[in-house]
């Protein structure tokens, strides 16, 4: 077997380590000074129909050559500065109106496991908890539910009952929720729904279920 490293050089642009089949090719690369792939594509601008047929040559790719870019891919590190690399690039760039709408059309109808929608949840809180030097997320939340649902507290004799104006909105970290509000005490959670909800019944009850199951609680819901 040849030896892989008998036959390298450097990129003369970022310095990468190059790999060559054979002592001709090596020259030949010598010769023409020749750069990596990545920067002999960095800064290339391409016609309007290259783009066109990569698009369609990805499009028409058979899951077989997928799987073995995926494959290919699996367990490749990315290093600091590379990535730090990305962000820059993407820093402060725009979207196009195309380019949003076909983003659009890719994730519309994609459909989310229960496990995968908790952990979105759970991450984006613990980012909002970061932003701004905020060492807290408070959620909105709307000031005229409150007397409703203390009100509602009351006639089931709840004495300790938790809101956004009574120490916070209570807070179900494993699922990434927050409740209108809660007694511990009697473990009931009260939900108001305004009146969009009307239009996300489903979501709502999906969630109602997870909270159930969670905290193993009554559920009680109040609607505008």
Same mark, same amino acid.
């Given at each position: 077997m040849k030896e892989k490293t008998k036959w390298i050089r450097n990129c003369p642009?970022?310095?990468?380590?190059? /790999? $060559?089949? %054979?002592? /001709?090719?090596?020259?030949?690369?010598? %010769?023409s000074k020749s750069k990596c792939k990545s920067c002999s594509l960095r800064g290339r601008v391409f016609t309007e129909e290259a783009k066109r047929n990569m698009s369609i040559a990805q499009q028409n790719m058979t899951d077989e050559t997928k799987s073995k870019i995926s494959n290919g891919l699996m367990g490749h590190r990315i290093s600091e500065e590379t990535r730090r690399k990305?962000?820059?690039? #993407?820093?402060? !760039?725009?979207?196009?109106t195309n380019h949003k709408l076909k983003l659009s059309e890719t994730l519309t109808g994609r459909i989310h496991s229960k496990e995968h929608k908790r952990k979105i949840r759970k991450s984006y809180c613990e980012y909002l908890k970061k932003c701004g030097g !905020?060492?807290? /997320?408070i959620p909105t939340y709307n000031k005229?539910?409150?007397?409703? =649902?203390?009100?509602?507290?009351k006639e089931l004799g709840i004495t300790d009952l938790q809101h956004a104006e009574n120490g916070g909105e $209570? #807070? =179900?970290?494993?699922? +990434? $929720?927050?409740? %209108? +509000?809660?007694?511990?005490?009697?473990? =009931?959670v009260i939900e108001y729904d305004e009146k969009h909800h009307k239009r996300q019944v489903e979501k709502d009850q999906r &969630?109602?279920?997870?909270? =159930?199951?969670?905290?193993?609680?009554? /559920?009680? &819901?109040?609607s505008e």
């Open positions: 642009n970022c310095g990468s380590v190059l /790999f $060559y089949v %054979d002592k /001709f090719k090596l020259n030949r690369a010598n %010769d990305i962000s820059e690039s #993407h820093m402060g !760039k725009s979207l196009s !905020k060492t807290e /997320f005229s539910s409150i007397p409703i =649902i203390e009100a509602k507290a $209570y #807070h =179900i970290k494993e699922l +990434g $929720y927050w409740v %209108d +509000g809660y007694s511990a005490e009697k473990n =009931i &969630r109602q279920k997870e909270i =159930i199951e969670n905290l193993n609680c009554e /559920f009680i &819901r109040i």
